[in-house]
């Protein structure tokens, strides 16, 4: 996928401060093609996962998802369908995608996918980083049609182990309101330097740090807030950086913003996941981010041995809410 900060433009013509930069040209869109759902009343967790719509590189990251953690024959989901707690909350995966445009056949690949899995909403949307947003509310305002208790909002280049998130729902006594992930500790800079994928204009946002937000990799929202972040967006104009305009949204509403210990956002995931010990394996509970499709795969069998094999890890000392072992005490 082309970087859409490629443009042709020169520092002088961009006004910062009185102008929308970078553009976007917000709003509510459906998707065009949407999962069939025969039984709706009883979803608990809907899970949206961003893709992306052009090249093999987003099929082969949604295959992956659809093999390892997103699978609901997944050892650890079998397990929850034994436990009591567990077993009634049902959830439902979708990928959100939009359009690839003119160029490549890539539209044509994925609503043969699509029909194939019933899995994904495509949007008339071009499918680009900008539009982020747009295709974050795209999927908020189709999950709004059921009567759903919290949505996960993720992507394509994570693991999360859903079982543990719905146990931690269960643990935390179903919370509302609700925005919960791997919050950052401190507020961030907002940047404003020309050319940087991540620069918004100071009309979008008037304040040089963002409040605390949770980043787009994983986070979770009570269903409750749906209506009053549909309702944001006429107060103030989404930008593009989706996650720090949910965090920016979610103190505006007085709503305060959860971080979740077992949610862990590292550059290196990929190697970390076969270096780290059995326990700093368990006590997560959703890795991120730039995983690619053999790690999915890879951890996937790693937490079959160690959560559902003969012969199960049990992690005995408490760190915050997760159990680790006395030898194993070591972290990510």
Same mark, same amino acid.
């Given at each position: 996928? %082309?970087?859409?900060?490629?443009?042709?433009?020169?520092?002088?013509?961009?006004?910062?401060? %009185? /102008?929308?930069?970078?553009?976007?040209?917000?709003?509510?869109?459906?998707?065009?093609? =949407?999962?069939?759902?025969?039984?709706?009343?009883?979803?608990?967790?809907?899970?949206?996962?961003?893709?992306?719509?052009?090249?093999?590189?987003?099929?082969?990251?949604?295959? #992956?998802?659809?093999?390892?953690? @997103?699978?609901?024959? %997944?050892?650890?989901?079998?397990? #929850?369908?034994?436990?009591?707690?567990?077993?009634?909350?049902?959830?439902?995966?979708?990928?959100?995608?939009?359009? +690839?445009?003119?160029?490549?056949?890539?539209?044509?690949?994925?609503?043969?996918?699509? !029909?194939?899995?019933?899995?994904?909403?495509?949007?008339?949307?071009? /499918?680009?980083?900008?539009?982020?947003?747009?295709?974050?509310?795209?999927?908020?305002?189709? #999950? =709004?049609?059921?009567?759903?208790?919290?949505?996960?909002?993720? /992507?394509?280049? $994570?693991?999360?182990?859903?079982?543990?998130?719905?146990?931690?729902?269960?643990?935390?006594?179903?919370?509302?309101?609700?925005?919960?992930?791997? +919050?950052?500790?401190?507020?961030?800079?907002?940047?404003?330097?020309?050319? /940087?994928?991540?620069?918004?204009?100071?009309?979008?946002?008037?304040?040089? !740090?963002?409040?605390?937000?949770?980043?787009?990799?994983?986070?979770?929202?009570?269903?409750?807030?749906?209506?009053?972040?549909?309702?944001?967006?006429?107060?103030?104009?989404?930008?593009?950086?989706?996650?720090?305009? $949910?965090g920016v949204a979610m103190r505006d509403l007085g709503v305060n913003v959860t971080?979740?210990? =077992?949610?862990?956002? *590292?550059?290196?995931?990929? *190697?970390?996941? !076969?270096? +780290?010990?059995?326990?700093?394996?368990?006590?997560?509970?959703?890795? @991120?981010?730039?995983?690619?499709?053999?790690? %999915?795969?890879?951890?996937?069998?790693?937490?079959?041995?160690?959560?559902? @094999?003969?012969? *199960?890890?049990?992690?005995?000392?408490?760190?915050?809410?997760?159990?680790?072992?006395?030898?194993?005490?070591?972290?990510?």
């Open positions: 996928m %082309n970087d859409p900060f490629e443009l042709q433009i020169t520092v002088t013509s961009i006004d910062l401060i %009185n /102008d929308y930069y970078p553009f976007i040209d917000f709003k509510f869109v459906f998707p065009e093609i =949407s999962p069939k759902v025969r039984r709706t009343p009883d979803i608990f967790l809907m899970v949206l996962v961003n893709s992306g719509a052009m090249g093999d590189t987003f099929r082969k990251r949604r295959e #992956a998802v659809r093999q390892t953690w @997103g699978n609901h024959s %997944n050892c650890e989901q079998i397990k #929850a369908l034994g436990d009591e707690t567990l077993k009634d909350l049902r959830w439902l995966l979708v990928f959100v995608v939009g359009k +690839a445009g003119w160029g490549t056949n890539d539209d044509e690949l994925n609503r043969a996918e699509a !029909r194939q899995y019933n899995d994904m909403l495509i949007g008339n949307i071009t /499918d680009n980083y900008l539009n982020n947003v747009i295709k974050l509310y795209m999927g908020l305002a189709w #999950a =709004s049609r059921f009567d759903i208790k919290y949505i996960l909002k993720t /992507d394509d280049d $994570v693991y999360v182990r859903i079982p543990r998130i719905l146990e931690y729902l269960v643990n935390a006594r179903f919370p509302k309101p609700f925005c919960g992930g791997a +919050a950052e500790r401190r507020s961030t800079k907002v940047i404003r330097e020309i050319g /940087d994928k991540w620069t918004i204009s100071w009309k979008y946002y008037n304040e040089t !740090r963002y409040p605390r937000y949770n980043p787009g990799a994983f986070f979770i929202l009570s269903s409750d807030l749906l209506n009053r972040l549909f309702n944001y967006v006429y107060i103030r104009k989404p930008f593009h950086v989706d996650d720090a305009y $949910v971080k979740i210990s =077992s949610f862990l956002i *590292q550059t290196k995931m990929n *190697q970390r996941i !076969r270096k +780290a010990n059995h326990c700093g394996i368990l006590r997560l509970h959703a890795f @991120g981010h730039n995983m690619e499709p053999e790690s %999915n795969r890879f951890l996937d069998n790693r937490l079959k041995a160690l959560a559902c @094999g003969q012969k *199960q890890i049990k992690c005995g000392v408490r760190v915050g809410n997760h159990s680790v072992s006395k030898k194993n005490k070591k972290s990510l």
